[in-house]
């Protein structure tokens, strides 16, 4: 990453505030959180192994124990992490990168233990198998045998799950994982992205023929808008393209998405949950987008081939982090998640609450300016 010349004079805190609540979270979580309500975390069901965000809590305790160094925090992340093995094997969904590149990879990253490879390389072959060839897409949701409209969706969130699959391909040296991630990218950016650099959420496909449909959208305002978490995913996920593979179309991409929310952030750079919003400004925001574009844009940063834009991603990042730690943390409030004002889904009336994955990327962005020599990618 390009040199930070002047840390922020809040960094510090905010990082020993997001560790402290950690460590006290720790101390009184028996599942996996999720979203908070009434100000304490709703922890998740044990049979659902953690959902699509246990790999987040697991993340979130691997960057706590880069932080301070505390052997006790590697037990508790080994500890969580072992609740996702009933994973590796899942093929009903996409969100294995999630789980197992925050709750394994992270980890081996950090202390070397190659204990934790393993499962992360079953799950990326498990991951592996919901590529389509036909239509060069990762199905997002169901089974491989599910219905067409489920084996023909994609959605912008796959893009931070192919992470584990470059991963995967370096560690093994198969290179269909590199390919099959590659592949999904290009579809992605053919049919999610627009001309002005907005995406839409999800797209359909026939599932048989790979023909393209439509694109549409399932956390979004509609078809047609530019649903917020999902336009941050893509500014990260299309980093990680670039840095996996030096294709510069990837680049460039990851650029236009930035390129395309900057103007549309609002004074105090925390997204409306979907920047189509007919409400704003009275309406809901989405602190999770927020923390997710500003990790995103650290990414960005550190891959960025120009040294003027990475200087202008990091500036831009550092603004949006201050912005949530000044006013949208809850260290005034005593609530259970770092981060308030989340919106998990506003057309399933899920909002403003906290959400583990805002924190968990709050906390990757405070620990990408604190400890730029760690790797997370
Ligand atoms: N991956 C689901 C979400 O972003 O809400």
């Given amino acids: 990453m390009t040199k930070l010349i002047n840390p922020p004079s809040w960094l510090d805190a905010a990082l020993e505030f997001c560790i402290a609540k950690t460590r006290l979270n720790l101390a009184t979580l028996n599942g996996f959180p999720e979203r908070t309500e009434g100000g304490k975390w709703v922890q998740m069901d044990p049979d659902l192994h953690g959902w699509w965000v246990g790999g987040h809590w697991v993340g979130l305790i691997w960057l706590a124990y880069a932080a301070t160094r505390d052997p006790l925090l590697i037990a508790a992340a080994r500890d969580w992490g072992n609740r996702l093995l009933p994973r590796q094997p899942d093929q009903d969904d996409h969100d294995l990168g999630f ?182 400004p009275n309406d809901v925001r989405d602190s999770s987008a927020a923390s997710v574009l500003a990790s995103g844009l650290l990414n960005l940063a550190s891959v960025e081939n120009d040294s003027k834009l990475a200087r202008l991603w990091q500036s831009r990042a550092i603004n949006i982090l201050e912005s949530l730690w000044l006013n949208y943390t809850s260290r005034d409030t005593g609530e259970a998640s770092l981060l308030l004002h989340g919106t998990r889904s506003k057309p399933h009336n899920l909002m403003d609450h906290g959400l583990i994955y805002g924190d968990y990327y709050f906390v990757e962005a405070l620990m990408r300016l604190s400890k730029p020599e760690l790797t997370i990618s």
């Fill in 99 to 280: 789980l197992f590149e925050l709750g394994f990879v992270l980890g081996y990253q950090m202390t070397g233990d190659e204990t934790l490879k393993l499962p992360a390389l079953q799950a990326a072959a498990t991951l592996s198998q919901r590529f389509n060839p036909r239509g060069k897409f990762i199905q997002a949701w169901g089974l491989l045998d599910a219905s067409p409209e489920l084996r023909g969706r994609t959605i912008m969130d796959t893009m931070m799950n192919l992470d584990l699959l470059f991963w995967a391909g370096k560690e093994t040296g198969d290179p269909r994982y590199t390919e099959i991630a590659a592949a999904h990218a290009r579809t992605t950016l053919t049919h999610h992205l627009r001309p002005d650099g907005s995406t839409s959420h999800a797209c359909d496909f026939n599932p048989d023929t790979g023909a393209f449909i439509k694109q549409d959208t399932h956390q979004g305002l509609s078809s047609t808008s530019c649903w917020s978490r999902g336009q941050a995913w893509g500014v990260y996920g299309f980093a990680d393209c670039y840095h996996a593979t030096g294709d510069s179309v990837f680049l460039d991409t990851s650029r236009r998405l930035a390129e395309y929310l900057w103007p549309r952030l609002p004074v105090d750079l925390i997204p409306f949950w979907d920047f189509d919003s007919p409400l704003i």
